[in-house]
C-alpha cells in the first residue's frame, strides 16, 4: 500500500502538499471526521481523493453541481484513477454499469448529489464505504451564503453508514456557518481544519464611482493584459451579463452571458466552451462557477458589487487555482447599494444578510489594506500590509475634511433631510436642475459651497461620510441620507475629521503595470519572446490531447506545468518526473509528446530546447540566447 506522499507525486506529480493537507489526509486515514475550511484553490479535493486511494472500498463523493462532478471525475480518469458520477446526466445502462463497478471493488471514487444520495441509500449500504467527503459543506446552514435545504438531510449518515468516515469541507464558512455545520452533520472525533484564506497571487483591486461606459473600457484595458487568458465578469442582474458580453464580442472578444433565465442546454453551452477554451470570457451573474474547476482562470470582474464577503471571497477565489498571478477587480457605486439593499429587504433572512452586505460595503469604500479585510473576516489576522492591493499600490493622502463634511451635513440638514446622494452632490455643486428649483434648494444657504469640486469626487466624500457613520440612508424613505449623532458633532464643530483624496480612477501606467501578472500572454507579433512561443506550441499540443480524449484543456496540464516545461524543457521522459503535475499515468499516456525518448534525442542541446510531437513528427524549438529555432523536420 502507498503512504499518501507516494500517490501524491505517482498519480497526480506533485512533489509536496501544501498547507494542512498531510495533517488532514493522515487525520482521515485514522478514521476520525473532519472539518475542512480551506480557501478555492487551496487544495481540497487531494484532502479527499487521497485517503479514498489508501482506503479499500469505494469512497463516496456528495457534490452539489453536475458539472462539478464532470469536471473532477475527468481529472481523476485522466490520472489513472477509477472514478464515476451516479447522476441524471448518465442512461440507465450507464448507472447500473456504475453500480456495478462499486459492488465489485473496481470503483475507487464515486460521485454523487445530495437529493441522489437519498435515493441510492438502500443500495450503497451493500457496499464498503470508508468514507463520505461533503463538499461545499456550507450549504448545510441556513447561515451560510448559498444555503440548500437538501444538504440538511445528510445529517443521516453516521446512522446509516455507522463504520464510514465523514469529513465536510467548504471554502467559505464564517463562525455561524461552521458551528451549524458540526451541528447539524454531528461529526464523531472530529477536528477543524481551518487553512490560511491567503491566496498571494490574487491582486486585489477595488474601483469606484465608474459609470457604465468607463466601466467597459476598463474591462476591455484589463482583457488586454491577459491576451489569450480566461476571465470571468459576474454581474448583479441578467440584463447586465448579455449587454456586457455584446459589447465585448462588438469588440472581438470571444464572449458570452450565463444566468438562470437561459435554458439548461444554453448554460451547458457556455460552461463547455468555457471550460474547452472556445471562449475567452464568461459574463455572468452568480449562477455561474460553482462547477468550474477550470485552473488557468486568469482575471476575476465584478461589475457590481457581490452580495457578501463569501460570495465575492469564493468567486474572486476561481481565479489562479493553479497559483500563477492572476487578476481581481470589483467596481463599486451607490446604486449597487440600492439594489442590494432592497434584495436584503425581500430576502427570509432580512438581519443576517443586512450585515453580510455592510461588510462587503465597509470592504468596497476601505483605505486599508483589502487582503487584511478579508483574512480578519475569515478569523485570520496579518500583521502586514499585502503589498498586491490597490491600497497597499496606491495609499491614500488625507486631509483635514471637517469644513468639507460640514457643508455636506448642512445640505442635507437644511433640505429636512429629504434628499438622497445624487441630489446632495448637485446642490452643493450648484446644479440648477428641474427638480432642485421646484423644491427651493437653490434658494438654500449652502446651494453652491462646493462648486470648486467635481461631482465625482463629491459622490466619493459622500461615501467615505456614510463609511465613517456620519450620515446614513433610509432605504425604507426613498434612499434619503440621514445625519447621524456622529454626523451632527462634526456639523456643530465639536469633532472634526479627516478624508482620504478620491484616487484618479486611471492609474498611471507605472501603476498599471503592477497589476500585469508575471507570466501573462503576449502577442508573439507584437512582442516577440521565446518563451512566449514555446507556450503557445505547448498550449496547442494541449489542446490536441484534450479533443482526442474529450477533456477540458486544464485537465490534461495546467498552465504551471507548461510554464515548468517553458522554464526546463525535457530532454526525455525521465525528465518528465520532475516536471509538476506529471504523474505517472499521464506520462504513460502522452509524455512522448512533450519529451523526446533518449533513443530519437541523439545529443544533447547545448541551449535551451523542447521536443513537441505533433502528427507530422518532432517538432523541435531551440532557445538560442535572444533567438528562436523551429525546425519541422
Known amino acids: 500500500m502507498q503512504t499518501p506522499l507516494q500517490v501524491l507525486k505517482t498519480v497526480f506529480g506533485y512533489d ?217 465578469v459576474y454581474c448583479l442582474s441578467r440584463k447586465n451579463t448579455e449587454k456586457v458580453a455584446q459589447l465585448l464580442l462588438e469588440k472581438g472578444v470571444r464572449a458570452r452571458a450565463y444566468h438562470a433565465g437561459m435554458t439548461t442546454e444554453e448554460r451547458n453551452s457556455v460552461q463547455e466552451e468555457f471550460i474547452n477554451d472556445k471562449i475567452d470570457v464568461v459574463c455572468a451573474t452568480i449562477a455561474f462557477g460553482m462547477g468550474i474547476d477550470k485552473s488557468n482562470v486568469r482575471f476575476v470582474i465584478h461589475y457590481n458589487l457581490p452580495k457578501s464577503i463569501e460570495s465575492f471571497y469564493q468567486e474572486i477565489g476561481r481565479a489562479g487555482r493553479d497559483g500563477l498571478p492572476s487578476e481581481t477587480v470589483l467596481f463599486y457605486n451607490f446604486q449597487d447599494i440600492v439594489t442590494l439593499r432592497s434584495f436584503v429587504n425581500a430576502s427570509g433572512q432580512k438581519e443576517i444578510n443586512s450585515e453580510k452586505l455592510d461588510r462587503m460595503q465597509e470592504y468596497a469604500e476601505s483605505l486599508i489594506c483589502r487582503r487584511r479585510i478579508l483574512l480578519n473576516y475569515f478569523g485570520e489576522s496579518s500583521n502586514c500590509d499585502c503589498g498586491n492591493c490597490d491600497i497597499c499600490k496606491r495609499p491614500p493622502r488625507r486631509f483635514n475634511g471637517t469644513i468639507l463634511v460640514q457643508k455636506a451635513l448642512s445640505a442635507i440638514k437644511r433640505t429636512n433631510e429629504q434628499i438622497g446622494f445624487t441630489m446632495t452632490a448637485q446642490i452643493l455643486k450648484g446644479f440648477s436642475s428641474e427638480e432642485i428649483v421646484q423644491n427651493g434648494y437653490d434658494k438654500i444657504k449652502t446651494f453652491g459651497v462646493g462648486s470648486g469640486t467635481t461631482l465625482k469626487h463629491w459622490y466619493d466624500y459622500l461615501l467615505q461620510m456614510l463609511h465613517l457613520g456620519f450620515i446614513e440612508i ?19 464643530g465639536k469633532k472634526r475629521t479627516e478624508l482620504a483624496i478620491p484616487v484618479d480612477r486611471e492609474p498611471e501606467k507605472e501603476n498599471r503595470s503592477q497589476c500585469k501578472p508575471k507570466f501573462s500572454s503576449k502577442s508573439f507579433v507584437n512582442e516577440p519572446d521565446a518563451n512566449d512561443d514555446l507556450f503557445e506550441v505547448l498550449r496547442k499540443t494541449r489542446r490536441q490531447i484534450a479533443e482526442e480524449n474529450d477533456w477540458p484543456a486544464y485537465v490534461v496540464l495546467s498552465d504551471r506545468t507548461l510554464r515548468d516545461l517553458v522554464a526546463t524543457p525535457p530532454l526525455s521522459l525521465d525528465d518528465l518526473y520532475s516536471v509538476y503535475g506529471f504523474g505517472e499515468r499521464k506520462i504513460e499516456m502522452f509524455g512522448q509528446r512533450f519529451a523526446r525518448n533518449k533513443s530519437n534525442q541523439g545529443e544533447r542541446c547545448e541551449n535551451a530546447c523542447i521536443f513537441i510531437a505533433e502528427p507530422k513528427g518532432f517538432v523541435l524549438v531551440q532557445i538560442r540566447g535572444d533567438k528562436r529555432v523551429r525546425d519541422d523536420n
Open 16 to 232: 509536496s502538499f501544501r498547507q494542512q493537507q498531510e495533517e488532514i489526509i493522515n487525520h482521515v486515514l485514522a478514521r476520525k471526521d473532519a472539518l475542512v475550511l480551506m480557501p478555492t484553490g487551496g487544495g481540497k479535493s487531494l484532502c479527499y481523493q487521497i485517503p479514498a486511494l489508501v482506503f479499500e472500498g469505494t469512497s463516496v463523493i456528495i457534490s452539489p453541481l453536475l458539472s462539478l462532478m464532470k469536471d473532477q471525475v475527468d481529472a481523476l480518469n485522466a490520472s489513472g484513477i477509477a472514478a464515476a458520477a451516479l447522476n441524471s446526466s448518465n442512461s440507465e445502462s450507464e448507472n447500473i454499469d456504475i453500480r456495478r463497478q462499486a459492488e465489485s471493488g473496481k470503483l475507487k471514487i464515486l460521485y454523487i448529489s445530495p437529493e441522489r444520495l437519498q435515493r441510492e441509500i438502500p443500495w450503497l449500504q451493500r457496499i464498503n464505504i470508508p468514507l463520505f467527503a461533503i463538499d461545499e459543506a456550507h450549504c448545510i446552514s441556513q447561515w451560510g451564503h448559498d444555503f440548500r435545504p437538501e444538504y440538511t438531510q445528510l445529517g443521516c449518515l453516521h446512522q446509516k453508514f455507522p463504520k464510514a468516515t465523514i469529513m465536510a469541507l467548504t471554502a467559505t464558512a464564517d463562525k455561524l456557518t461552521k458551528e451549524d455545520i458540526l451541528h447539524q452533520l454531528g461529526l464523531n472525533a472530529h477536528k477543524v481544519f481551518i487553512s490560511s484564506f491567503d491566496r498571494p497571487n490574487l491582486s486585489l483591486e477595488v474601483k469606484r464611482g465608474y459609470s457604465s461606459l468607463e466601466k467597459i473600457r476598463e474591462i476591455l484595458s484589463i482583457i488586454s493584459r491577459h491576451k489569450g487568458d480566461s476571465g470571468i
Open 474 to 492: 433610509a432605504y425604507n424613505e426613498s434612499n434619503h441620507l440621514k445625519i447621524t449623532e456622529s454626523g451632527n458633532e462634526v456639523l456643530f
